[in-house]
């Protein structure tokens, strides 16, 4: 129900037929699907089906005549969607000659990948990195661009250089947009600007990041910009990182050179396809120059679950000095912060005195922590070592980056007898193909989360990625790379046992032979999806739990109704979200048959679109189980089509999916079990993906048709 009048600020129309040629083998209509038509001051609403000489035809029509709808015309709207919703459940039910399952069937193709369309073209790109120690480069870059269209118009006409004085100093050297007629226009001062970084005011005790924001002039589909800017570096922790040379946009040219002493250990690894680097260097007068070139290089398409650039680009990856010596450093001065802990490891003797259990004292200081200790500040890596705080500094003025509560939390484990050690955690899985790459080059830059891992018993627990509200032993780099700073060596971050990461779906529906349906809903959550849900609940005010009670039922369908509360458990591990609904007419009836779809969708990869030409990162395990029980009408007894049993596997050993049903004891039930793992997808196994996740969408994964007889159907 509405109080005030609801808005749509459109009044609109659909028109839609479709026509399907279907194969010889299908030969005649069993039944199709008669739909009510509706028609009223608002809306107005048709379909219809038909099957003729082979042909399957369907029509929609369905129009908003008003922008507004009183609270009396908003009900009736809600009632038209209600039926609607009961004729999108219906279907036509076709006879067939017996052809064998997948006779005829044909592989669909999708032709050639599209080339890709650039926003702007890179004439020239020329960067140099004058190296001085493992600490100290200047970073030279000058960037000629074409803009092709009005998205790189958009985004060249603005260029933003992130940095931290405290490590880094940047200057626009040069600015200059000539437009498609050859008309110059040198940037002025007053269009150059330094910002603050956003997190600044709620992290005074880092020195605060800055944004130099210029506003090219002129900027149109067809100029040309010229950009040249600086970037020193001093004290930072590592100077490393990964230069490529094949990225959205065409490039015509571009140059990477690195300068450095002699003496000075910098060791590089190029990467992706063959071919596209070249590669020259050489040592003179005390200095080491390296230099890598490429030229007409297409742009990339850009897609989504990319595994990280250094990985499939074509690019140069480097690192100065000793990276083992870096992971020393950063070990020691968080040991030295963590031992500057008085106030903080009385704080930790307190909160543990009245533990049972080493877990229990382990839950009180992350706890503590979580719900006292405000996360603010940038990563660790954008500042000086000597900007880590000290365990009591962190504790005093309630807020720190990452890296200051695990220092908070080391010296508060410490101080309860445990032996805490800090990890450097990746978000990238910790598959062979990265892992391998890894363990021949350092890459800093991929990790940059810092989590204490403390021994209980047979299980290492993490802390420092989750809050109060997540099982003890949970951790959101679960399965995900991680350095042990005590001992540099490189592993997998894993969950303690019955805490990973897992969903759990029953629905047991109750059907009469009118098709009136009461479906009980149970969600069970672990690892990640509980501390979600606990949080969610737990924060819910009780009109918003209210409203999210209402849209949970209209999202089973339409026209339910909710058949008692909301419960919800997380007292209890894996936390519980439960409620009923009835709904009328859930089932399509139509003769002697009954039919209609499982009350859930679904899905295990992201395949967001029909190709891939890149690589696909896999790059979180999850398991969730489905399961439907629904109980048979005494007048349709006989199942006729239900989801079979299949195993379904996944290339590249990404997944699988585990398809059991059975009817039994006048109830049909089926058990769906899809598993997704960490892996790397080759862009030629994608189409493999694909069909598995057409399957898993298909109406055979999802349609129960039951069949009765003619006369007690009808009753």
């Given at each position: 129900?509405?109080?005030?009048?609801?808005?749509?600020?459109?009044?609109?129309?659909?028109?839609?037929?479709?026509?399907?040629?279907?194969?010889?083998?299908?030969?005649?209509?069993?039944?199709?699907?008669?739909?009510?038509?509706?028609?009223?001051?608002?809306?107005?609403?048709?379909?219809?089906?038909?099957?003729?000489?082979?042909?399957?035809?369907?029509?929609?029509?369905?129009?908003?005549?008003?922008?507004?709808?009183?609270?009396?015309?908003?009900?009736?709207?809600?009632?038209?969607?209600?039926?609607?919703?009961?004729?999108?459940?219906?279907?036509?039910?076709?006879?067939?000659?017996?052809?064998?399952?997948?006779?005829?069937?044909?592989?669909?193709?999708?032709?050639?990948?599209?080339?890709?369309?650039?926003?702007?073209?890179?004439?020239?790109?020329?960067?140099?990195?004058?190296?001085?120690?493992?600490?100290?480069?200047?970073?030279?870059?000058?960037?000629?661009?074409?803009?092709?269209?009005?998205?790189?118009?958009?985004?060249?006409?603005?260029?933003?250089?992130?940095?931290?004085?405290?490590?880094?100093?940047?200057?626009?050297?040069?600015?200059?947009?000539?437009?498609?007629?050859?008309?110059?226009?040198?940037?002025?001062?007053?269009?150059?600007?330094?910002?603050?970084?956003g997190w600044n005011a709620g992290a005074k005790r880092y020195?605060?990041?800055?944004?130099?924001?210029?506003?090219?002039?002129?900027?149109?589909?067809?100029?040309?910009?010229?950009?040249?800017?600086?970037?020193?570096?001093?004290?930072?922790?590592?100077?490393?990182?990964?230069?490529?040379?094949?990225?959205?946009?065409?490039?015509?040219?571009?140059?990477?050179?690195?300068?450095?002493?002699?003496?000075?250990?910098?060791?590089?690894?190029?990467?992706?396809?063959?071919?596209?680097?070249?590669?020259?260097?050489?040592?003179?007068?005390?200095?080491?120059?390296?230099?890598?070139?490429?030229?007409?290089?297409?742009?990339?398409?850009?897609?989504?679950?990319?595994?990280?650039?250094?990985?499939?680009?074509?690019?140069?990856?480097?690192?100065?000095?000793?990276?083992?010596?870096?992971?020393?450093?950063?070990?020691?001065?968080?040991?030295?912060?963590?031992?500057?802990?008085?106030?903080?490891?009385?704080?930790?003797?307190?909160?543990?005195?009245?533990?049972?259990?080493?877990?229990?004292?382990?839950?009180?200081?992350?706890?503590?922590?979580?719900?006292?200790?405000?996360?603010?500040?940038?990563?660790?890596?954008?500042?000086?070592?000597?900007?880590?705080?000290?365990?009591?500094t962190t504790l005093a003025e309630g807020y720190g980056h990452?890296?200051?509560?695990?220092?908070?939390?080391?010296?508060?484990?410490?101080?309860?007898?445990?032996?805490?050690?800090?990890?450097?955690?990746?978000?990238?899985?910790?598959?062979?193909?990265?892992?391998?790459?890894?363990?021949?080059?350092?890459?800093?830059?991929?990790?940059?989360?810092?989590?204490?891992?403390?021994?209980?018993?047979?299980?290492?627990?993490?802390?420092?990625?989750?809050?109060?509200?997540?099982?003890?032993?949970?951790?959101?780099?679960?399965?995900?790379?991680?350095?042990?700073?005590?001992?540099?060596?490189?592993?997998?971050?894993?969950?303690?046992?019955?805490?990973?990461?897992?969903?759990?779906?029953?629905?047991?529906?109750?059907?009469?032979?009118?098709?009136?349906?009461?479906?009980?809903?149970?969600?069970?959550?672990?690892?990640?999806?509980?501390?979600?849900?606990?949080?969610?609940?737990?924060?819910?005010?009780?009109?918003?739990?209210?409203?999210?009670?209402?849209?949970?039922?209209?999202?089973?369908?339409?026209?339910?109704?909710?058949?008692?509360?909301?419960?919800?458990?997380?007292?209890?591990?894996?936390?519980?979200?439960?409620?009923?609904?009835?709904?009328?007419?859930?089932?399509?009836?139509?003769?002697?048959?009954?039919?209609?779809?499982?009350?859930?969708?679904?899905?295990?990869?992201?395949?967001?679109?029909?190709?891939?030409?890149?690589?696909?990162?896999?790059?979180?395990?999850?398991?969730?189980?489905?399961?439907?029980?629904?109980?048979?009408?005494?007048?349709?007894?006989?199942?006729?089509?239900?989801?079979?049993?299949?195993?379904?596997?996944?290339?590249?050993g990404a997944g699988t999916v585990r398809v059991s049903a059975?009817?039994?004891?006048?109830?049909?039930?089926?058990?769906?079990?899809?598993?997704?793992?960490?892996?790397?997808?080759?862009?030629?196994?994608?189409?493999?993906?694909?069909?598995?996740?057409?399957?898993?969408?298909?109406?055979?994964?999802?349609?129960?048709?039951?069949?009765?007889?003619?006369?007690?159907?009808?009753?």
């Open positions: 129900k509405r109080r005030f009048p609801m808005e749509t600020f459109v009044a609109c129309g659909l028109h839609e037929e479709v026509s399907l040629h279907m194969a010889a083998s299908f030969t005649g209509a069993v039944s199709m699907p008669t739909c009510a038509p509706q028609d009223d001051e608002c809306a107005s609403y048709q379909r219809a089906y038909s099957f003729k000489d082979g042909v399957l035809t369907c029509s929609r029509d369905v129009r908003l005549k008003t922008v507004e709808f009183s609270p009396a015309q908003y009900l009736r709207l809600k009632k038209s969607l209600k039926e609607i919703q009961y004729d999108d459940r219906k279907s036509p039910i076709l006879s067939t000659a017996g052809v064998a399952a997948g006779e005829g069937a044909a592989k669909a193709d999708i032709g050639a990948a599209p080339p890709v369309e650039s926003d702007s073209r890179v004439i020239e790109e020329t960067k140099e990195l004058q190296v001085k120690d493992a600490h100290r480069a200047v970073l030279r870059v000058r960037i000629v661009k074409e803009i092709l269209n009005y998205s790189g118009k958009k985004k060249e006409s603005e260029i933003k250089i992130e940095y931290n004085p405290a490590i880094s100093d940047a200057r626009l050297v040069r600015a200059v947009v000539t437009s498609k007629a050859g008309k110059r226009q040198e940037i002025a001062k007053e269009e150059i600007n330094v910002m603050d970084a020195t605060g990041g800055r944004i130099l924001v210029a506003n090219l002039p002129g900027v149109e589909i067809g100029s040309t910009i010229e950009v040249e800017y600086e970037i020193a570096y001093h004290d930072k922790a590592f100077l490393s990182g990964f230069q490529s040379f094949q990225e959205g946009d065409e490039l015509v040219q571009k140059t990477f050179r690195i300068t450095a002493p002699a003496g000075l250990n910098l060791p590089t690894m190029e990467r992706g396809p063959a071919g596209i680097l070249a590669a020259t260097g050489g040592v003179a007068d005390g200095t080491r120059t390296m230099t890598w070139k490429a030229a007409d290089v297409k742009a990339m398409p850009a897609e989504h679950g990319l595994p990280p650039g250094w990985y499939y680009q074509a690019g140069v990856a480097y690192f100065v000095g000793d990276s083992s010596a870096y992971l020393s450093e950063l070990q020691r001065t968080l040991l030295d912060r963590s031992a500057h802990s008085a106030k903080a490891q009385e704080l930790a003797r307190s909160l543990t005195a009245a533990a049972k259990t080493k877990l229990d004292a382990v839950k009180a200081i992350r706890d503590y922590v979580s719900s006292s200790i405000r996360w603010a500040g940038p990563s660790f890596a954008e500042l000086p070592l000597g900007e880590l705080s000290n365990a009591d990452e890296a200051d509560h695990a220092i908070l939390l080391h010296a508060m484990l410490a101080a309860a007898g445990f032996q805490p050690e800090f990890v450097l955690a990746s978000g990238d899985p910790a598959i062979d193909p990265l892992r391998a790459v890894v363990a021949k080059f350092p890459l800093p830059y991929e990790f940059q989360s810092v989590l204490v891992r403390v021994q209980v018993g047979n299980e290492g627990y993490y802390i420092n990625d989750t809050d109060q509200y997540a099982r003890l032993g949970a951790t959101s780099h679960q399965g995900k790379m991680g350095i042990t700073l005590s001992d540099q060596s490189v592993g997998t971050i894993a969950a303690v046992r019955g805490a990973e990461n897992q969903a759990a779906a029953t629905y047991r529906v109750t059907l009469d032979d009118t098709g009136k349906a009461t479906i009980e809903i149970r969600h069970e959550f672990s690892g990640g999806a509980y501390a979600k849900m606990n949080k969610f609940f737990s924060e819910l005010p009780p009109e918003e739990r209210k409203r999210y009670y209402q849209e949970a039922v209209s999202n089973v369908a339409q026209g339910a109704r909710p058949d008692g509360d909301l419960i919800t458990r997380f007292d209890v591990y894996p936390g519980v979200e439960q409620f009923t609904v009835e709904i009328d007419h859930y089932a399509v009836v139509d003769g002697k048959y009954m039919y209609l779809d499982l009350p859930y969708t679904l899905r295990l990869f992201p395949t967001f679109a029909d190709r891939h030409t890149l690589p696909l990162l896999i790059r979180d395990e999850h398991l969730e189980t489905f399961r439907a029980v629904v109980g048979i009408p005494s007048g349709f007894m006989r199942v006729v089509i239900a989801p079979r049993n299949q195993d379904l596997l996944a290339p590249d059975k009817a039994a004891d006048g109830n049909w039930s089926v058990t769906q079990e899809l598993s997704a793992r960490p892996s790397l997808v080759a862009s030629e196994d994608y189409g493999a993906l694909l069909s598995i996740e057409s399957s898993l969408e298909n109406e055979s994964s999802r349609l129960l048709l039951l069949e009765g007889d003619q006369d007690s159907a009808a009753k």
